[in-house]
Nanobody, 115 residues
Framework: QVQLVESGGGLVQAGGSLRLSCAAS????????MGWYRQFPGKQRELVASITTSGSTNYADSVKGRFIISRDNAKKMVYLQMNSLRPEDTAVYYC?????????WGKGTLVTVSS
C-alpha cells in the first residue's frame, strides 16, 4: 500500500507562485512514475506533469515553461513548482504514483488563482 499526502495549495494572485509537495509512505521501495494531475469542476482529471526515477519529465502543454516537477527519491517526495500562475490553473491538484501495477492518489489540494 502507498499513502500519499499533498501540501502547499492555497490562494495566490495571478502571476504568483506556489510549490506543491507530496510525501509517499508505506511499504514501498523504488517508485517509478510520480506525478501531478489536476481536476477542474465537472471535468476529468488531467495530467499536469510526471517524472520517472531517472528524472525524465513530461508536462502538459498548458504548463510547459511555467511549472517544474522534481522529486527526491530518498525521501519519496515529489514536488511541483508552479510559476506565473493564471486563473485558469485554478483546480484541485492530486499527487499520483504508479507502483507495482497500481495507481495511487492523494486526497488533493486546492489551488486558487485570483485575477
Amino acid at each position: 500500500q502507498v499513502q500519499l499526502v499533498e501540501s502547499g495549495g492555497g490562494l495566490v494572485q495571478a502571476g504568483g507562485s506556489l510549490r506543491l509537495s507530496c510525501a509517499a509512505s508505506g511499504s514501498i521501495f523504488s517508485i517509478n512514475a510520480m506525478g501531478w494531475y489536476r481536476q477542474f469542476p465537472g471535468k476529468q482529471r488531467e495530467l499536469v506533469a510526471s517524472i520517472t526515477t531517472s528524472g525524465s519529465t513530461n508536462y502538459a502543454d498548458s504548463v510547459k515553461g511555467r511549472f517544474i516537477i522534481s522529486r527526491d527519491n530518498a525521501k519519496k517526495m515529489v514536488y511541483l513548482q508552479m510559476n506565473s500562475l493564471r486563473p485558469e490553473d485554478t483546480a484541485v491538484y492530486y499527487c499520483h504514483v504508479y507502483y507495482m501495477g497500481m495507481d495511487y492518489w492523494g486526497k488533493g489540494t486546492l489551488v486558487t488563482v485570483s485575477s
